[in-house]
């Protein structure tokens, strides 16, 4: 269970929305009662709602850039969903579901993308850290972050999300190696969606990815990542062993960009619609429902609840995104230091008073 | 001659280097069938394979060390960092390699490669697709830096970047990619110096020395300058180190005014560089001290802030109604 | 008070912050059992054990990411870079995370990092060991650069750099760990600011701008200059960035004439800032050019030519010579 | 055979000096004869003398530093000697020995650590990179310079050597991720020599270094690197896979580090004396000169031969760098550039004249 190289992948549900039945990792997910299914399917509808309204914000100018998690959601709810409060995590651009799993305040999760601000919340409201654009760089952030947990005393945990093209990172690698020389306590969670933008996941890694931790003294996992009940089970097993101060674990989600990389980007040049097309059949979402379905728990009214949810939510973005307050013009000074600069005060005087020689009529 | 934009007359330019020389080879990220995220290298994996345009793994350390390797064997790699703030992974490559390796082996070993950044911002991104991380290479001794303002600079200079046999940092002003222009693509790379400065504009008061992305607004700022009465000539870089600074001593003697212009922060950036040589070749030419129109000494900030942090038309007229000592924002500064 | 080396103050210094503050911790490569290369945490791991004075594996940006981690957790990571030339693996880490955190998260999340390096040469060392990177962080907006010149300074900064809230990088004159002085470690952090220069000889016809290594040959040049009839002003900056100005300005406003001298190339240096800074705040008072006396523009070479890159006492007083009109080397000079 | 993650380790040569029979490696040293056994023992010897001499120098200040390679002899010669001429060598400061392999001057061995310059040969002389100080920068430069092979069409193979504590470094991850993705012809020489400066090899890896390369889809092997034999097996076959377009391959050899780090370092801070003795018996040259006695080559007049050889080179060596001519003052200014600067030409003109200032009487 915990060495995997040989490409086998774990999977839990099937994407027909069969329970497949799996003695390592079933008593992981035995807690996993009707409400709690209903409820993990409701967050993945409800993101991938967010994320719809977030392109659509985009396509009408609202928002200058969007990152769609589009297919992604069983990775991050599965995995969102089993963190605990004071666990922290680290992640890309790309984990606005985890983001909605740790309670972010919906508005804030548009900040970056439209360009008001470069982090959309305070980290340590939702224990998260802000998306990270240098690919890679947050997995020895989470790994430093263990390690104070780990001096601390504590069982907390930190996880750290990033694709497949990551992993070629020397920082991604060199997280691996320091997460291993200290045991610290880190998932590394890498949602391998097959792109990273243009290059599919074969120019990355020859083999599958999850063999590589293994040589690093890493116990991996390679699951279904559009199983959201293979995700929870992985991911509690990888905190668990963290949590019981047995080092680090990395997990590969094996997934697929339904999307764009970007609304800036164009997949019409590289993807090939029938690869698309094969990853369809296994929605993540999808398998849910037929699951749900098959235990008779999808009524019209669990759907209409859920549909209601996900309105209301796509209302308070948009409502949140578009009465966003403009950042001030003298707030480009502001937190470049937490201490006064000298140097800096001077400039920021010296431009407040260029601001005013306009209104003064210069 | 013919019409194209910026991004197309590098594109051409870079065709063309792949057609004269077969050591020449692209690496960069999803610079192949997706032709880059700016399409700068549109087309030229489909015409010249993918052994000569190569999509590398996502590893900046990678493309910059793999591409040392090809350069020992006689190749002239030229690498794409897909933005300005992702070259900082290939920084040891660059500054302890690239940078070093000629002077290193007593010139045994050669580094002609190219690194192609596009850089700098006003495109309304996110962090680190907008900086201006220049003034880090013109630092390194053993580099060559240069910028291109137009098309037919872009055609031409990345010819002669990648004909050069020293490593060269190619900053293109990515804002300025869709910029028409004419472009002769017969002039072949030997035709200019890699080192010399451009006059774009002549005037007699004030020199405005400018490169890349700010070239464009320098011209404006003349333009709107001498509604004014303030003859103003901008000078246009394009080889950032080494500097031509004859064509701007010569200049400077002239008006005796100098504004320099750039979009990175400005403590410690290119601006410093120009104002202290310049200081000490004309001292006694010099009626007022240099000005900087710089970036502020912040991180780049978020998209609604750039207009800001920008260096545009206004503040470019604010400095040089100050060299003038004309009235100016600064006028009643009582500041430190 | 009690006389050590720089070294030993710096360790001490150390010693003080581990003890002080529970949260501070060492990490680097080799500073456990073996005390460092220079033997600057000789010791402390002995004493405070090896979750607080950790040895590493063997990668920068490990080092530096870590420590942006253990940042984010509360921790005041303070980490040693083995060489100047080694810090390049982690220059991405240090620019695009530990300069950039406190303003991308608004203020929320704070990097009291601090990043010692041994610079400089003059030690015989072969490539990478002799450098002086500190241009590549002052030109870096969000970090602190600081260097210190004598064991006083070395034990009280480096306390001061750890307890600071702002990352900083801490550059150490390697060449000066084995000189002696008085320290008081009395002395607390929060006592000084870690933004003042010093001036460290009076004078009235010459500023002379130092920091680190150079101190000492500047305060020689000083009374080499005063035997010649020459007043010299000597300031140590301590602080790089940002540069206490205020304390530049009124030497030279003073004395009308300044020479800056770093060990860096002169390229974009730190020398241009302070020449193009001082020149604007005091363009009037000048009686020459600001002249600049640093390594060459060339890579660090080889041990047996680095007297002739390093700036040395006679290089001072030549352009002392230069900004005072005096005969000097470039007097028949008839270069471009 | 390829792909080796269980600690295990070949051994063709014991350290007594047995011949160890090893079905898949016997092939490869077949046409090991006793003139050639005999060779790579003289080889052995010479550069643990050149080293020995080196020590020497540096202790009496005729070089400023020395990284001796004593304990990885068999580790050096065994690979080195099975290059072609036209395969190139990109190694780090340690490989000394390699170098003589590839039959670099004697005087340019030393050129570096008298501090004469920064590289002591002319790299396409011996096809071979000058030393090279940034931990694992190397191994990027193998690789490119194996594409470069690759796409020349050519059976040229490209080595890289590091040290166990390099592993650690993203460049060296980066190198083998490459190598991977285009199936380079290059070879990853690891020298396992237990430690980096001061740390063990533990602190690095807490698994055998071997073991990571299959996870990057490099097959490796994990060899006694004090076993001359051995080291030449496991580096034939890499070479061979390479060749025949087969790509990469990672080789652990696991030696000791007899001596310090270098002549500046001071072991007695950080190795345990009774871990030295360990490795002692395992000497690598010891166990040749046991297997040579068995085979009754080890006759005074061979070993005569040898140490005349040998304290020929170390003659030779101490009078090259004895003799070694000064750099030029105004050579610090040359070759920045493989074209003229305006800028350097202006401050090497000034120097100049600053120079002639004195000796014109200032
Ligand atoms: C250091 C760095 N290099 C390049 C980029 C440009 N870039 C942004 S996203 C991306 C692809 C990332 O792919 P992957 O890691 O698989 O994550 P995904 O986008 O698929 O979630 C690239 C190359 C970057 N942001 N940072
Ligand atoms: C990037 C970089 N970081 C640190 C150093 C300092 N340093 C020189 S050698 C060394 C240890 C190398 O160990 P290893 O890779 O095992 O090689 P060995 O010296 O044992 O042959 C270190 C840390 C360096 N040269 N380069
Ligand atoms: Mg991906
Ligand atoms: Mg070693």
Not at chain 1, 169 to 178: L, P
Request: aromatic share 8%.
């Amino acid at each position: 269970m915990s060495s995997v190289d040989d490409g086998g992948l774990v999977q839990l549900l099937s994407p027909t929305g069969e329970r497949v039945k799996n003695a390592d990792y079933d008593s992981w997910v035995e807690d996993v009662d009707d409400a709690q299914l209903k409820s993990l399917y409701e967050d993945m509808v409800v993101v991938r709602r967010i994320d719809t309204e977030a392109t659509a914000l985009q396509r009408q100018g609202e928002l200058g850039l969007w990152p769609p998690l589009l297919g992604q959601e069983a990775a991050q709810i599965g995995s969102g969903r089993t963190l605990r409060e004071d666990d922290f995590v680290f992640g890309s651009y790309r984990e606005n579901g985890v983001a909605y799993c740790r309670g972010v305040d919906y508005t804030d999760i548009m900040r970056v993308w439209r360009g008001n601000a470069h982090a959309g919340w305070n980290p340590y409201d939702i224990n998260m850290a802000p998306s990270q654009v240098i690919i890679g760089a947050q997995t020895l952030h989470a790994t430093g972050y263990a390690l104070g947990c780990q001096q601390d005393g504590v069982d907390t945990v930190a996880i750290s999300y990033f694709g497949d093209g990551a992993t070629s990172q020397g920082d991604v690698n060199e997280a691996m190696i320091f997460a291993a020389s200290y045991q610290a306590p880190v998932v590394f969670f890498c949602q391998n969606n097959q792109w990273a933008i243009s290059e599919p996941v074969g120019l990355q890694a020859r083999t599958p990815i999850a063999g590589r931790a293994p040589g690093f003294g890493i116990p991996s996992m390679r699951v279904d990542g559009n199983d959201v009940l293979a995700v929870m089970a992985a991911t509690r097993i990888a905190l668990d062993r963290a949590r019981s101060g047995n080092g680090p674990t990395f997990i590969e989600a094996v997934t697929y960009r339904m999307g764009p990389h970007t609304t800036s980007d164009d997949p019409s040049r590289y993807v090939d619609v029938l690869e698309r097309e094969d990853w369809q059949v296994k929605d993540p979402i999808v398998r849910v429902e037929a699951y749900l379905k098959s235990k008779d728990l999808l009524t019209e009214e669990f759907q209409a609840g859920v549909k209601a949810k996900a309105d209301d939510v796509a209302k308070k973005i948009r409502a949140g995104t578009l009465n966003m307050e403009e950042p001030d013009a003298l707030s480009v000074f502001d937190n470049v230091y937490s201490t006064s600069s000298s140097w800096l005060d001077r400039q920021k005087n010296q431009y407040s008073h260029y601001l005013q020689s306009f209104e003064g009529g210069h | 001659m013919s019409t194209m934009t910026l991004s197309r007359a590098i594109n051409s330019g870079l065709r063309k280097a792949l057609e004269d020389d077969p050591k020449v080879v692209l690496m960069g990220e999803d610079i192949g069938k997706l032709g880059g995220v700016f399409r700068v290298t549109d087309g030229l994996q489909k015409d010249f394979g993918a052994h000569r345009v190569m999509d590398t793994p996502l590893a900046e350390a990678g493309i910059i060390g793999t591409a040392v390797g090809l350069a020992y064997r006689g190749y002239r790699p030229v690498c794409e960092i897909q933005f300005d703030g992702f070259i900082y992974p290939g920084f040891d490559q660059i500054v302890t390699q690239v940078a070093k390796l000629h002077y290193r082996t007593g010139g045994a070993v050669k580094m002609p490669i190219t690194i192609r950044v596009p850089f700098g911002g006003g495109i309304g991104a996110v962090e680190h697709h907008s900086e201006s991380p220049e003034a880090y290479f013109t630092h390194t001794s053993g580099l060559r830096v240069v910028s291109c303002s137009n098309p037919q600079d872009a055609h031409t200079m990345v010819r002669q970047a990648i004909a050069s046999d020293d490593p060269v940092l190619f900053f293109e002003p990515k804002r300025r990619y869709w910029t028409k222009g004419e472009v002769n693509e017969e002039i072949t790379a030997d035709t200019l110096s890699l080192e010399s400065a451009a006059v774009v504009n002549s005037g007699n008061d004030v020199t405005l020395v400018s490169f890349g992305p700010l070239v464009a607004t320098a011209r404006d700022a003349a333009i709107a300058a001498s509604d004014e009465g303030v003859s103003v000539e901008v000078i246009d870089l394009r080889s950032l180190s080494p500097i031509d600074f004859a064509t701007i001593e010569a200049s400077v003697r002239k008006t005796g005014r100098l504004v320099i212009t750039h979009e990175a922060q400005q403590f410690g950036g290119l601006g410093a560089e120009i104002a202290a040589s310049i200081t000490q070749r004309c001292f006694y030419y010099l009626e007022a001290a240099p000005e900087r129109v710089t970036g502020f000494d912040t991180p780049y900030p978020a998209a609604k802030l750039e207009d800001h942090f920008l260096p545009n038309l206004d503040r470019m007229l604010d400095a040089v109604d100050r060299v003038m000592g004309k009235d100016n924002s600064l006028s009643n500064w009582k500041g430190q």
